[in-house]
């Protein structure tokens, strides 16, 4: 992949307003499944008891779903809060000339001032088996439908989908085949403040993510310039990569000016964890990049295990916040080439989002001269 542009010094810009909402931290439940019957609807889970038919706000925990059809030797029915009322299978049959299997989630609203679901779900993104939610109020009406999860990059991942519940009993996951490509669900209902923010800061559309994810990155459309530093895109979309210097992500770009540093930022998609995607300026190897990990109490997180391996390695099963320090004696002026590819202990991956900002002298530059000795 190839990717040429040009990077001008552009007047500073004014963004917009940052709007943040905040979810709940995850309780800990039984999450094991069932073995899924071959036909007919089945059921997935048994909810936890509870004191009362009510759900007091302070007793509102957050749910973690086992979609999974491969049942262990020590599984039994899953536990979950008393507001997932129900889960259910149906079997791939035909729908809109499309064999697809439904996993039907039937919810009740907890007491308090809760009107807003997150909604994550855990799949293998298949170009052919991308999942959808669809949402359906108590008379059976469609209420609304996500559209196509994942971009079909044809690896392990997760996608989230807020979700008003405004007269909605139940959620299905609608998704092509056979339905073993989805793997779980994160369920937690949202709350809302008021959150005050510079005004002065980029604009960022943000889904809030538990675990402490990093937000989506948003690389600009044209070049932009802020206290000195160069904000450049160099490929928006996604990137296949693997560990071949012909799988690699190649991006061209031009500078008129030796910066002091710079960074260059994007997200990998199932990376394993110890394994970071490596990069090279110009011909020299700069090493691994440095992953933005979530929580380890994070779903996405997904163990493997090798023959002959004793420990396990484990792979994040959805997009991560990747960065690379490019030093200023690998740049030159002219054209710089910048190369992205996959840790060879790595499985292949893809990327997205990839911008590099350069800093240059500012005039009220923070810097201490040290005298040498």
Do not use: C
């Amino acid at each position: 992949m190839h990717s040429n542009l040009t990077i001008y010094m552009l007047p500073r810009f004014v963004a917009l307003a940052l709007l943040i909402m905040a979810a709940s931290p995850l309780r800990a439940q039984q999450a094991l499944t069932d073995r899924l019957s071959a036909s007919g609807e089945t059921s997935l889970i048994q909810t936890a008891p509870s004191a009362s038919s009510t759900f007091q706000k302070s007793t509102v925990a957050s749910a973690w779903l086992d979609l999974r059809q491969n049942a262990a030797t020590h599984s039994k029915a899953q536990t979950a809060p008393g507001w997932v009322e129900a889960i259910s299978m149906v079997p791939a049959q035909e729908t809109d000339g499309t064999a697809k299997t439904v996993f039907r989630i039937r919810l009740a609203k907890p007491s308090g001032d809760y009107s807003v679901l997150f909604f994550r779900l855990f799949f293998d993104d298949k170009a052919d088996a991308r999942p959808e939610l669809v949402a359906w109020d108590e008379l059976g009406a469609q209420v609304l439908r996500s559209g196509a999860l994942g971009s079909g990059v044809g690896l392990a991942t997760s996608d989230s989908v807020v979700v008003p519940m405004r007269g909605i009993s139940t959620i299905d996951v609608e998704v092509p085949g056979d339905g073993k490509t989805v793997r779980g669900a994160y369920l937690d209902w949202m709350t809302s403040s008021e959150v005050v923010h510079p005004v002065n800061t980029d604009h960022r559309e943000i889904i809030p993510e538990p675990f402490s994810a990093a937000a989506p990155l948003h690389p600009p459309d044209q070049d932009t310039e802020q206290f000195g530093t160069v904000t450049a895109t160099l490929a928006a979309e996604t990137i296949n990569i693997g560990p071949d210097v012909q799988e690699a992500a190649d991006f061209q770009f031009g500078m008129e000016a030796q910066p002091l540093i710079a960074l260059l930022t994007f997200e990998v998609a199932s990376p394993r964890i110890d394994s970071p995607p490596e990069v090279y300026a110009n011909g020299q190897a700069l090493g691994p990049a440095t992953l933005t990990l979530p929580d380890l109490a994070d779903p996405g997180y997904r163990g493997e295990m090798e023959s002959l391996v004793k420990q396990m390695q484990f792979q994040y099963t959805g997009w991560v916040r990747v960065q690379k320090i490019v030093p200023a004696e690998n740049l030159k002026v002219g054209t710089n080439d910048i190369v992205v590819i996959a840790a060879a202990a790595g499985p292949k991956s893809a990327i997205r989002n990839t911008q590099i900002q350069l800093k240059y002298l500012w005039d009220k530059s923070d810097y201490l001269l040290r005298p040498g000795h």
